[in-house]
């Protein structure tokens, strides 16, 4: 039997006088420009600050790395339309374990995502605020921790297009 629970999202968008390249150029100049095989430092043996220890290797000054690019540019093309718009996958365990530690459901969320469009002279960044997906009943700790998030991620967002 499935149970459904209904929350709102908030979608937060950055507008950016940057170019479509520029402003990827900026942001995997932060968050690093290969996806981190996040699943191959899981896999080695170690405790939890051996863990710390190679994650932090992968970290950008905002507290981010790179987990996955999906260039929906590259195939709606095909669909007739011409837009260029990249879905960018990223993310920090060392940030999740605050929120999975009080929920573990809020690993729906993390890691997060961010969207980046072209734009009429410039360009644009999008994504839905942690916090309002991953609190979804009361829980203080967790919504502290996704609120910390929350922070974080818009600090990225803003140097990033701005």
Excluded: C
């Amino acid at each position: 039997m499935a149970t459904e629970t209904r929350f709102d999202g908030v979608r937060v968008r950055y507008d950016s006088a940057k170019s479509y390249p520029e402003l990827v150029a900026a942001l995997l100049a932060d968050i690093g420009e290969q996806p981190v095989p996040i699943n191959d430092i899981s896999a080695v043996e170690g405790d939890w600050q051996s863990y710390r220890e190679r994650v932090d290797k992968h970290v950008g000054p905002h507290g981010f790395m790179l987990f996955a690019l999906l260039d929906h540019g590259a195939w709606i093309t095909k669909a007739g339309i011409e837009r260029k718009v990249m879905r960018v996958i990223l993310g920090n365990p060392l940030i999740a374990i605050t929120m999975l530690r009080h929920d573990v459901t809020a690993g729906l969320f993390a890691p997060v995502e961010l969207l980046i469009l072209d734009e009429d002279g410039g360009s644009s960044l999008t994504y839905v605020k942690p916090s309002s997906l991953m609190v979804t009943e009361p829980n203080a700790e967790l919504q502290a921790a996704a609120e910390d998030l929350d922070a974080k991620l818009a600090a990225l967002a803003a140097a990033v297009t701005g």
